[in-house]
C-alpha cells in the first residue's frame, strides 16, 4: 500500500528542480499529443521554445515579443500573487485592467491635444486609480458582507467588458476616427504614448515597472511586516489572530495592490502595444496571469522566471501556428498542462511516498 | 422602440433553450461543491464537451452518440483534476484554473479540423397533443429533448441529494469530512465519483451549445457559460432547485436583453448586456448579508486522512 | 451463564515513548455500569479505542459473552454489540437529526421509518429527539442524546460513554443517568469514562482506576469516599513546592466578571470570572479540557473581546484591546495548541521568534523587519532554554513536542512579561522538558511577574503554584492557597456536580 509521509522539513533540492521537471514532462506530452494529430512532435517542440529566441529568420521579430507579452503578465501576477498567498483569490484582474485602461485613455483623451511630460505620470496614476476602484468592490463586499470574492470578481470582467465596449463607441469615440468604433490612437499622441525605450527591445514603461515590482514585491515579502502578515495568514491563520493581524485589513490591502497593479498594466498596454480604447483590446492577460501566478510559485523570483516563459510559449504558439498550421489557442493546452504538472509534482517537496502498512 | 416586435411566448420559450447548457453544467457543479470540493475548472470542461460532442456526430451523423460521448469525454478529463486535488492534494482554485487552460487549449486543437462545418442536431421533439396546447404547447411541450433531459437530471439531483442514502453520504462528505472518515466513509472515493458526474454534465450543457444552441463549432464558444455556471451554484445556494431558477432567471435576462437589444431599446445596448451579471452580483451580495449561506461545510479544503 | 459481559485480560499498548496501556485487566458485568477513572494520560482513552475497535492492542486479549472479542474496526465491533458515545461528537450541523443518526447506522432504514423509531425510542428513555431538527441548533445536551440514540439504536450490550457529562447541565444531567438506569435494567451494561467523582458515586456500580497506563484498584464506589477515590487517581506523591517564599507587589492583572457568549458549538463559554494576580504570583487554574480554558485564553490575549473593564493590566482597562497592544502592555500568552496557533508549523524558528516578540525585543523598524535581531533572538531562546534543534532556520514542525513547547514558553518569557498567561505549558512534554519550564516559570514570577497557569496536571499545578481553583463548565470555583490543601479539595473543585459561584 501506497502512503504520504508529510516531510518534516520541505525539501530543499526539489523545489528547485520540480519547475524544470514540470517544464521537461509538458514538453514530453505536449510533444504526444502533437505526434497524435500528425505533427511532427520535435519540430513543434522546437518552433515554440527555441525559434522564437534562436531563429535567424524570425527572432529579430519575436524576441522583443517577449517582453511586450511578459511585461503585464509578470505585473498583474504580481499583484495578484499576495492575495493567493493569503487565501484571496483575485480572480477578477482582466476586469481591473480594462478599467485601469479606461481611465488612465480618458485622462489623455480629456487632455488632448496638450502637450506635457505630465500627462503620462497622470495616466498612470488614474490607470492604478481605476483598476484599484474595481478592485474595492469584491474587497469591501468580502469585509463587510463575507461575499466571495471569486465570483464577484469574476462577474465584474464581464461588467467591464461590457463597460468599454459601451466607451469605445461612445464616450471615448474618436471624433475623427471616420465612425470605426474605437478611440483616438495613442501612439500618434506623443505625450501619451507608452513608447519603446530602447529601439527592438519591445521594453516600455510597462515591462520597466513590471521589473521594478518584481523587486518591490521581493523587498515586501521578505523584508516587511506587511508581507510576513501575508505568508503567515496563508501558512497558519490561527497563529495569525495569534499575532494581531485583522484578516479584513489584509484583504483591502491584497485586493487593493493587485487592483493598482493590474490598472496599470491595463494602461501601459492601451497606450503603448495596442495603441487605443476598443472593444476586445484586452486580450486575456488578467487570466493567463493567475496561471503565471501559480506557475511562479506565488515567488517575485518565479512569477518573473513563469512571466517570461509563458510570453515565449505565447509567441512560440503563434509561430507554431504560422508553420504548422496549429491553432494559436491549442498553446493553452501546453499552458495548462505546464500548470498541471507543476501541480503534481509540488506534492513531492512536502510528502514523502511510503511503501507498506500503516497505524 | 419598438416592442411589439417581442414575442413574449417566444422570448419565454428561448428562455428555456437559452438556460439550458448553463442549467447542465450548474446542476453537475452542484453535486461536487455537495461533496466538497470546487471545481473553478467547469468552462473547460463545457467547452471540452462541445467539441468533442461536435466532432463525434459530425463523424456518426448522430447527435444522440456526440452528446454521449461528450459526456464520457468531459468526465474522462476531470478525472485529471480529481487525481490531482484529491491524491496529489493540490489548491483547488489553481487546478481548476489549469483545467479550464487544458480544456480551451485541448478543444481548439482537436476543433481545428471542424470549423465552419454544420453537424446534425437535435430535433424539436413534437409531443401528440401536448405540442398543439394553445400558449403552453410552444412554451413548454416543443422543445428537444436535452432541455426535458436537463429538467430530468435536475429532478434526479434533487431527489438523489434529499431522499437516498447515497445522497445523505455524499452531503455528509460535503458538510465535515472528518466526522464521514470517523465514520468509516470513503470521502476520496466518493469525492471522485461526484467530480466525474460533475464533469459529465458540463460536457453534456457544452454540447448543447455546440449542437443545438449555436450550432456550430468556434473556438472558445462557451464565452464564459462556465463561470456563469459556478455563480448560479451560489445563488442557488447549492439547491438543485433553485439552480434550475437561477438558470432559467439567467437565461431570461439574457434573452430578454438580447430582444430588447433588437427591439432598438432606449437603454444602450452595453448597459443591458451588464444587466445579467449585475444582477447576479446583487444576490450573491443579498445571500451572504442574510448570513446562512448553506455553503457546505468542507467546500474547498482538502482532505488528508489524519488517524 | 456467568455473570460477566466482558473480559479484558492483560491488555497493553505502547507508542513511540509512551507507555499508553500497561497490563489492564478487569471484568465487565452483566446489568452494570462500570466507571473508568482516571487523570487525562492515565490511559483511559487508548483503553477503550482498543474495545471499540479503533486501535489494536500490543498485548492482550478480550472476550464477549465468554467468545474471543478483537475487533478490527468499529463497523465490527458495532455489528457485535459495542457501541460508544465519544467526547467529541461525530455530527454534522448541516443535516438534520434523523440524517445523522442513519449516518452512523450499518442497516438501511427507510426515512419514514426511522423517523419513527427515533421517535420511540427517544421518548422510552427519556431523551426525546424530533427527527427533523437541524443538529446544528442543538444545544450540546440534545447533541449528545443523537449521539446516544444513534448508539441505541443498534441494540447494544455494552454502551461506552466517554465523558459524557462534561457538557450537560445539572438537570441533564438527571435525565441522563434516568436513562443509563433504565438500559441496565434492560440489560444493557456501560462503562463509565469520567472524572466526575460525587456522579460516579451515584450512578456506578463498579469502578476500575488507572494512573499512568496501569490499573491500580478497582472499588465499589458508592461505599467508597470521593476522598478516597481523588487520592487513588492522583496519587499521594506531592512533591512539597521548592518556591522561595517572595514579597508578593501590587496586583498586575485584574479580572472582573469576565464573561463572553458562546458559540454554540458544544463549548462551554466563560461566565462571571473574576481573579486578581499580583506581582510574583501564580495562580494555577485547573479542569479538564472543555470547560473553558481555551476560551480564557482568548479573552486574555486578545483574541476575544470583553467590555473594556473586565480585564484590567496594572489598572488600565485593556479589554476592548487587541493582541499586540496588549503586548505592548505587557501581557503576554502562550496559547495551548503549539502547531497552528502558537507556532506557525511551517515556518521556521526566526519568523516565529518574530510573531510575537516582534513589539518587545524591537525587531520591526518603520515596517521594516529586522532579521538578524530576529535570529538573534531566536538563538537565544534556543539556547536559554535548552531546545534541541540543529539550528534557527528549521521549522517550528520540525521540533518535537518537548522542544516546541520550550521554544514557545522561552519566546514568552525572555521578553519579560509583567503578565504571563499558559495554558497547558507541559501537555505531551517528556518530564525533562517539564521540568525545565515549570522552573523557568518559577524563575519569572521570582523577578516580579505574574503569572496565570492553566492546565490539566494537577500535580504541576500544585508544585508550583501559590494560589489554585478549578475551571468547571465556564465559572471558577474558590480560589484557595495551595499551601495546606488537601487531595480531597482538590478532586472536590474539579469535579464539583454543581457550579460554585466565586466568592
Redesign the interface.
Known amino acids: 500500500m501506497i502512503r504520504?509521509e508529510k516531510r518534516?522539513?520541505?525539501s530543499a533540492v526539489l523545489t528547485t528542480i520540480t519547475p524544470a521537471i514540470a517544464v521537461l514532462l509538458t514538453m514530453v506530452m505536449g510533444g504526444a499529443?502533437f505526434a497524435i494529430?500528425g505533427k511532427p512532435p520535435l519540430e513543434a517542440i522546437r518552433i515554440i521554445f527555441w525559434d522564437p529566441l534562436f531563429d535567424p529568420t524570425f527572432a529579430s521579430y519575436s524576441r522583443p515579443q517577449l517582453l511586450v507579452k511578459a511585461g503585464p503578465l509578470i505585473l498583474i501576477a504580481i499583484g495578484l500573487s499576495f492575495g493567493?498567498r493569503a487565501g484571496i483569490?483575485n480572480?477578477g484582474a482582466e476586469g481591473q485592467y480594462i478599467i485601469g485602461a479606461i481611465c488612465g485613455a480618458a485622462v489623455a483623451l480629456a487632455l488632448y491635444p496638450l502637450e506635457s511630460r505630465l500627462i503620462f505620470p497622470l495616466m498612470v496614476l488614474a490607470g492604478a486609480l481605476g483598476g484599484w476602484i474595481w478592485a474595492m468592490i469584491p474587497a469591501l463586499?468580502r469585509t463587510?458582507?463575507?461575499?466571495?470574492e471569486?465570483?464577484?470578481s469574476?462577474?465584474?470582467v464581464?461588467?467591464a467588458e461590457?463597460?468599454l465596449?459601451?466607451v469605445s463607441?461612445?464616450l471615448l469615440k474618436n471624433p475623427e476616427g471616420m465612425g470605426f468604433p474605437g478611440s483616438r490612437n495613442l501612439r500618434q499622441y506623443d505625450s501619451a504614448h507608452n513608447a519603446e525605450l530602447i529601439s527592438g527591445s519591445g521594453m516600455h514603461w510597462g515591462v520597466v515597472v513590471a521589473f521594478i515590482s518584481v523587486i518591490f514585491a521581493y523587498i515586501l515579502l521578505t523584508?516587511?511586516?506587511?508581507g510576513?502578515q501575508i505568508?503567515?495568514t496563508g501558512?497558519?491563520p490561527?497563529?495569525a489572530?495569534?499575532?494581531?493581524i485583522?484578516p479584513s485589513r489584509l484583504v483591502i490591502f491584497c485586493l487593493g495592490f493587485s487592483g493598482i497593479l493590474a490598472g496599470m498594466a491595463g494602461l501601459f498596454e492601451v497606450s503603448g502595444p495596442a495603441g487605443q480604447i476598443t472593444t476586445d483590446f484586452n486580450s486575456g492577460y488578467g487570466?493567463t496571469a493567475?496561471?503565471v501566478a501559480?506557475l511562479g510559485r506565488l515567488n517575485p523570483w518565479g512569477i518573473l522566471a513563469a512571466g517570461l516563459l509563458m510570453a515565449l510559449t505565447y509567441i512560440g504558439g503563434e509561430l507554431a501556428q504560422l508553420m504548422l498550421?496549429?491553432?494559436?489557442?491549442?498553446?493553452?493546452?501546453?499552458?495548462?498542462?505546464l500548470?498541471?504538472f507543476l501541480?503534481?509534482t509540488?506534492?513531492f517537496i512536502n510528502?514523502r511516498i511510503r511503501f507498506g502498512k500503516?497505524? | 422602440m419598438d416592442l411589439s416586435s417581442i414575442n413574449p411566448i417566444l422570448l419565454l420559450a428561448s428562455l428555456m433553450v437559452s438556460a439550458t447548457p448553463i442549467l447542465l453544467a450548474a446542476i453537475g457543479e452542484v453535486v461536487v461543491e455537495r461533496s466538497g470540493v470546487l471545481n473553478?475548472g467547469v468552462e473547460?470542461l463545457m467547452i471540452t464537451g462541445a467539441v468533442i460532442g461536435f466532432a463525434v456526430a459530425v463523424n456518426t451523423s448522430s447527435p444522440g452518440i456526440g452528446f454521449i460521448c461528450a459526456a464520457l469525454a468531459a468526465a474522462l478529463l476531470s478525472l485529471?483534476f480529481a487525481v490531482?486535488t484529491q491524491i496529489?492534494?493540490?489548491?483547488q482554485?489553481?487546478?481548476g484554473?489549469?483545467?479550464?487552460?487544458?480544456?480551451?487549449?485541448?478543444s481548439?486543437?482537436i476543433?481545428?479540423p471542424y470549423e465552419g462545418m454544420k453537424s446534425p442536431s437535435l430535433d424539436k421533439l413534437d409531443l401528440p397533443l401536448l405540442s398543439d396546447l394553445p400558449v403552453l404547447g410552444p412554451l413548454l411541450f416543443s422543445h428537444d429533448a436535452m432541455v426535458y433531459i436537463s429538467v430530468i437530471i435536475v429532478i434526479a439531483v434533487a431527489y438523489t441529494l434529499k431522499r437516498t442514502r447515497v445522497g445523505l453520504i455524499l452531503r455528509a462528505v460535503g458538510e465535515n469530512h472528518h466526522a464521514a472518515h470517523a465514520l468509516g466513509y470513503k470521502v476520496i472515493r466518493i469525492r471522485i465519483l461526484a467530480i466525474m458526474f460533475g464533469g459529465a454534465c458540463s460536457g453534456l450543457g457544452g454540447a448543447y451549445l455546440s449542437l443545438v444552441r449555436v450550432p456550430q463549432w468556434t473556438?472558445?464558444m462557451t464565452a464564459?457559460a462556465g463561470?456563469i455556471a459556478?455563480?448560479i451554484v451560489?445563488f442557488g445556494s447549492w439547491r438543485p432547485w433553485r439552480v434550475l431558477i437561477g438558470a432559467y432567471l439567467f437565461g431570461g435576462v439574457t434573452v430578454l436583453q438580447l430582444n430588447l437589444q433588437a427591439a432598438g431599446a432606449a437603454i444602450?445596448?452595453?448597459?443591458l448586456?451588464?444587466s445579467p451579471?449585475?444582477i447576479?452580483?446583487a444576490v450573491?451580495?443579498f445571500i451572504?448579508?442574510k448570513g446562512n449561506?448553506g455553503a457546505p461545510g468542507s467546500l474547498g479544503r482538502a482532505f488528508?486522512a489524519s488517524? | 451463564m456467568t455473570d460477566v459481559l466482558m473480559e479484558i485480560r492483560g491488555l497493553s499498548k505502547s507508542y513511540p515513548g509512551v507507555v499508553a496501556n500497561d497490563d489492564v485487566s478487569f471484568d465487565i458485568g452483566q446489568h452494570e455500569i462500570h466507571a473508568l477513572l482516571g487523570e487525562n494520560g492515565a490511559g483511559k482513552s487508548t483503553l477503550v479505542k482498543m474495545i471499540y475497535g479503533l486501535v489494536?492492542p500490543d498485548q492482550g486479549a478480550m472476550t464477549l459473552n465468554g467468545q474471543a472479542f478483537a475487533p478490527s474496526e468499529p463497523k465490527v465491533a458495532r455489528s457485535q454489540g459495542v457501541g460508544m458515545v465519544f467526547q467529541h461528537f461525530s455530527l454534522f450541523d448541516a443535516l438534520n437529526v434523523g440524517e445523522n443518526i442513519a449516518l452512523g447506522m450499518e442497516s438501511i432504514l427507510p426515512q419514514r421509518d426511522l423517523a419513527q423509531r427515533i421517535r420511540e425510542v427517544s421518548q422510552a428513555y427519556g431523551l426525546p429527539l424530533d427527527p427533523n431538527r437541524i443538529v446544528g441548533s442543538l444545544s450540546a445536551g440534545e447533541r449528545q442524546r443523537v449521539e446516544i440514540i444513534r448508539c441505541l439504536l443498534q441494540n447494544p450490550k455494552l454502551l461506552i460513554m466517554d465523558e459524557p457529562t462534561s457538557v450537560l447541565t445539572p438537570q441533564e444531567v438527571q435525565t441522563l443517568f434516568a436513562t443509563l438506569r433504565k438500559l441496565k435494567s434492560e440489560g444493557t451494561s456501560i462503562l463509565y469514562i469520567s472524572h466526575k467523582l460525587e456522579e460516579i458515586r451515584s450512578l456506578c456500580d463498579t469502578a476500575t482506576i488507572l494512573r499512568r497506563g496501569k490499573k491500580v484498584a478497582g472499588c465499589t464506589p458508592s461505599d467508597t469516599s470521593a476522598a478516597a477515590l481523588a487520592e487513588m487517581m492522583v496519587g499521594a506523591s506531592f512533591k512539597a513546592p521548592q518556591k522561595k517564599q517572595h514579597e508578593l507587589g501590587k496586583t498586575r492583572l485584574s479580572v472582573k466578571a469576565l464573561t463572553l457568549a458562546g458559540n454554540g458549538s458544544g463549548k462551554s463559554p466563560i461566565s462571571d470570572l473574576s481573579f486578581e494576580i499580583a506581582a510574583g504570583e501564580i495562580l494555577g487554574i485547573g479542569g479538564i479540557a472543555g470547560n473553558g480554558q481555551e476560551e480564557l485564553l482568548a479573552a486574555l490575549?486578545?483574541?476575544a473581546l470583553s467590555a473594556p473593564q473586565m480585564c484590567q493590566l496594572n489598572g488600565e482597562n485593556i479589554g476592548h484591546l487587541?493582541?499586540?497592544a496588549r503586548?505592548t502592555l505587557g501581557l503576554l500568552c502562550a496559547?495551548e495548541?503549539r502547531l497552528?496557533?502558537?507556532?506557525?508549523?511551517?515556518?521556521s524558528l526566526i519568523?516565529n521568534a518574530?510573531?510575537?516578540g516582534?513589539l518587545r525585543k524591537k525587531l520591526?523598524k518603520n515596517?521594516?523587519?529586522n532579521?538578524s535581531s530576529a535570529e538573534k533572538f531566536a538563538k537565544t531562546i534556543i539556547d536559554e532554554f535548552d531546545v534541541r534543534t540543529p539550528g534557527t532556520a528549521?521549522?517550528a514542525?520540525?521540533l518535537s513536542g518537548g522542544n516546541l513547547q520550550k521554544f514557545v514558553i522561552g519566546r514568552e518569557v525572555l521578553q519579560d512579561p509583567d503578565v504571563l498567561v499558559v495554558n497547558q505549558p507541559t501537555w505531551g512534554v517528556d518530564a525533562a522538558a517539564a521540568a525545565a519550564i515549570r522552573q523557568s516559570l518559577l524563575d519569572l514570577a521570582a523577578k516580579g511577574a505574574a503569572i496565570l497557569i492553566i492546565s490539566q496536571d494537577l500535580d504541576e499545578l500544585i508544585e508550583i503554584s501559590d494560589r489554585f481553583c478549578a475551571l468547571y463548565e465556564g465559572r471558577l470555583s474558590q480560589i484557595k492557597k495551595t499551601a495546606g490543601l488537601t487531595i480531597e479539595d482538590i478532586g472536590l473543585m474539579m469535579g464539583s456536580a454543581t457550579a460554585e459561584a466565586t466568592p
Open positions: 504520504l518534516l522539513n520541505p499529443m494529430l493567493f483569490w480572480i463586499l463587510r458582507f463575507k461575499t466571495n471569486i465570483l464577484v469574476l462577474m465584474l464581464y461588467v461590457s463597460f465596449a459601451s463607441q461612445g523584508q516587511h511586516l506587511r510576513f505568508r503567515l501558512e497558519a490561527k497563529a489572530e495569534f499575532a494581531g485583522k487570466f493567475i496561471i501559480f498550421g496549429v491553432p494559436g489557442a491549442s498553446i493553452q493546452l501546453f499552458q495548462g498542462m500548470l498541471f501541480l503534481a509540488d506534492l510528502y500503516g497505524k | 473553478l473547460g485529471s490531482l496529489f492534494l493540490s489548491n482554485v489553481a487546478t484554473l489549469g483545467l479550464t487552460l487544458v480544456g480551451l487549449g485541448l481548439a486543437l476543433g481545428k473556438e472558445g464564459g463561470w459556478l455563480a451560489v444602450p445596448v452595453e448597459y448586456s451588464m451579471y449585475l447576479t452580483i450573491l451580495v451572504s448579508a449561506q488528508h488517524s | 489494536r490575549s486578545g483574541e487587541g493582541p499586540n503586548r496559547p495548541e497552528g496557533h502558537a507556532a506557525a508549523p511551517n515556518m519568523e518574530l510573531l510575537t516582534a520591526i515596517g521594516f523587519l532579521w528549521n521549522t514542525a520540525s
